[in-house]
């Protein structure tokens, strides 16, 4: 039953955009996008692309012939996270996979490229042991073992991937002994590292698109072309959840703890608290389908409640194809919004949260769906570029027809990415050509992922690209405004603080953030806390909920610097992380 709250609010919401419904819905509905609306503010947000100066020879491969494998468009994700500690943000990409047919470049595989410090990044695949050949599509990270570094976990096409770090710039493939590599046939997703009971070790999801073999593809003809199929074309089923056994080793828990009760078709995930409760929910995006929240009772047992609590379907009724997903406070209330991504003729949704982990799609309230309606968007992330002390929205988009122009010319295979501006009151401004050449390229793009890679202060972009190279995008943005970036320390929490939520109060500036373990497409990034601060140049408060339910204060803390805080200490230390050599910051 629904709360009472809850009908209110939709009530007051309904009546609020009846009217801008009524308004676009004819032009949303022929296609007509809404990134014309006037731009007579500028943007502060200067991004470059840097891409050919960065070293990365890495190029991505969907193990395409010609014979349209539905799991072709879905490769794939990628990680941003500092494999060797040495205080710079390294690069993970996905790669896919020969298919029957296949006649491009031989042995592809995933590839971690070490970061210099320099803006140049050096590819250590070899030496870290981290080359997976299987066909990659999802990634996740954390340290699932509490020893201090990260883990990694690839969620492929075929048996995954569990690699553990072994501390020297090396990782080991534990796949067997943890038991999480999945049926053979299992086409993969999004993964997330996540503590479903709180108990201090890090569970680990994997979300799982279909069942596929090439012997099922389907034949599908558009206008007597070749397309894709449809996930329609096959049958759903439930994603995995893996208990850590605190031992090195996972039980399957997939079915006592109900996330196997319904089945879906699986694309992005992040799971965060959004009911305030104080422990961990998930949100699952489903293509072509309605999408799943799994609402946590506390023990690890989740009861799925998107329906009714409003982020199963867009504000039409509708299912989307929903693509990747990131969560974050876009209104400033305190309360986690979601961000999903959608499918040409569709709008990429905005679903806030109306308290008590309630949502509404207000999407045509806030323009947060301007410029995505023509195009095929995948990557998201909710990050403040420009450190003004809100989120804007990065998408990548690329269509997954790689002959869709022939008989459309309302979009294309390879197009712009976008950037949505927030103009602190949750309300968005298409500022795609105000940014700099860092948004001039024109690629098919999937997982995105944002991190400070120069420990300059802001957040830079990386873009992996299907059947090319990536996007290096680095943030120039030099408006003064201020910030900080946050690395928690759980002792009775997991030693990532995953779980675990962060409210900054800086004057009239206020806050909130939660430690994420997977989001995106396919994706993971955020092992830094990153808070845009403005003008204010002082923090009067910075309180962490630890997800064991202990809670750290601390008063009158600086900016424009890296803290660490450590679980139960009610200190922060500030931490010395190196430069990048030749920013022009």
């Not at 409003?310 to 009724?317: D, K, L, M, R, T």
């Not at 900054?504 to 994706?523: F, H, I, M, N, W």
């Amino acid at each position: 039953m629904l709360s009472r709250q809850y009908l209110n609010n939709r009530l007051i919401y309904l009546t609020l955009v009846a009217g801008a419904v009524v308004l676009c819905l004819t032009s949303c509905r022929r296609g007509v996008d809404s990134s014309a609306t006037s731009r007579s503010a500028s943007s502060s947000i200067v991004l470059k692309d840097v891409s050919k100066s960065s070293g990365i020879t890495f190029r991505h491969t969907d193990g395409s012939s010609g014979e349209h494998y539905i799991i072709e468009p879905m490769s794939a994700g990628l990680a941003l996270f500092d494999y060797d500690n040495d205080g710079f943000i390294d690069i993970y990409f996905l790669n896919g996979a020969p298919l029957p047919g296949y006649k491009g470049p031989p042995n592809p595989r995933n590839a971690l490229y070490r970061n210099n410090g320099d803006w140049t990044f050096t590819d250590v695949t070899d030496r870290a042991r981290v080359g997976d050949t299987g066909y990659g599509l999802g990634v996740t990270v954390g340290d699932f073992d509490n020893d201090g570094d990260p883990d990694l976990y690839v969620n492929n096409y075929g048996p995954n991937v569990f690699y553990r770090n072994n501390g020297d710039g090396t990782f080991t493939d534990i796949t067997s002994q943890t038991g999480t590599a999945g049926p053979a046939d299992y086409v993969g997703a999004g993964a997330l590292f996540l503590d479903v009971d709180r108990d201090g070790f890090l569970d680990l999801y994997v979300g799982n698109y279909l069942r596929f073999d090439p012997s099922m593809n389907v034949v599908r003809m558009i206008d007597g072309m070749r397309s894709y199929p449809s996930p329609r074309d096959y049958l759903p089923i439930p994603d995995s959840l893996y208990r850590n056994n605190g031992d090195g080793t996972f039980t399957d828990i997939s079915e006592a703890s109900g996330i196997a009760s319904v089945k879906g078709t699986a694309m992005g995930m992040v799971a965060a608290d959004v009911d305030n409760d104080g422990d961990t929910d998930i949100f699952v995006l489903n293509d072509v389908a309605e999408n799943f929240l799994f609402i946590n009772d506390g023990t690890g047992h989740f009861t799925e409640s998107a329906i009714e609590r409003g982020v199963a379907y867009n504000a039409y009724g509708e299912e989307n194809a929903s693509m990747g997903v990131d969560c974050g406070d876009v209104d400033r209330d305190g309360w986690l919004d979601f961000y999903m991504t959608a499918y040409e003729d569709e709008l990429a949704v905005l679903y806030r949260n109306l308290g008590g982990g309630y949502f509404e799609d207000v999407t045509q309230l806030t323009g947060a769906g301007e410029g995505t309606y023509a195009h095929v968007n995948w990557g998201v992330g909710l990050v403040d570029l420009d450190n003004d002390g809100d989120l804007d929205i990065f998408i990548a988009n690329g269509h997954t027809e790689d002959n869709i122009e022939a008989r459309s010319s309302a979009t294309a295979w390879r197009v712009r990415n976008l950037v949505l501006m927030n103009d602190g009151k949750g309300h968005f401004r298409n500022i795609t050509d105000e940014c700099g050449d860092g948004l001039a390229p024109v690629e098919a793009s999937r997982g995105a992922a944002f991190a400070d890679l120069d420990n300059d202060g802001d957040i830079d972009i990386v873009v992996l690209n299907s059947r090319s190279a990536p996007t290096i995008i680095e943030n120039r943005t030099n408006n003064g405004n201020h910030w900080i970036q946050i690395i928690l320390e759980g002792t009775k929490t997991n030693r990532d603080g995953v779980g675990s939520q962060v409210t900054l109060t800086a004057g009239d500036l206020k806050l909130v953030q939660e430690k994420l373990g997977g989001r995106g497409y396919q994706s993971y990034w955020g092992s830094r806390l990153h808070f845009g601060l403005g003008q204010h140049n002082h923090i009067d408060q910075i309180e962490v909920r630890w997800l064991s339910g202990t809670t750290d204060t601390l008063r009158n803390v600086p900016v424009d610097c890296f803290i660490k805080i450590k679980e139960g200490t009610q200190r922060f230390e500030v931490l010395r992380l190196p430069r990048a050599k030749g920013s022009p910051k």
